[in-house]
């Protein structure tokens, strides 16, 4: 529990120093996606180009949000 809480603390701290600087233009969305993209090349995965832009949504979806994913195959829970 303790690693989801740190991870946490880093993407709320990454968003409110990016909306300190740049307010409502970068999306959880693509800090999220980003973050994903560097800790797999941190951790030697793949590498893959992060397209940005991403707003981020009202409602959640989880076959769309699998739908473009590099490297996984979509997960049956």
Same mark, same amino acid.
């Given at each position: 529990m303790k690693k989801e809480k740190d991870d946490y603390v880093a993407h709320?701290?990454?968003? !409110?120093? +990016?909306? /300190?600087?740049?307010p409502?233009?970068?999306?959880c969305? /693509?800090?999220l996606a980003l973050a994903a993209?560097?800790?797999s090349?941190?951790?030697?995965?793949?590498?893959?180009?992060v397209p +940005?832009?991403?707003?981020d949504g009202l409602t959640a979806?989880? !076959? +769309?949000?699998n739908i473009n994913l590099c490297c996984?195959?979509?997960?049956?829970y």
């Open positions: 709320v701290y990454i968003k !409110t120093a +990016l909306e /300190d600087a740049c409502g233009v970068v999306s969305a /693509d800090i993209a560097v800790s090349v941190l951790a030697h995965g793949p590498y893959w180009k +940005l832009g991403r707003r979806n989880r !076959t +769309l949000a996984s195959r979509p997960r049956h």
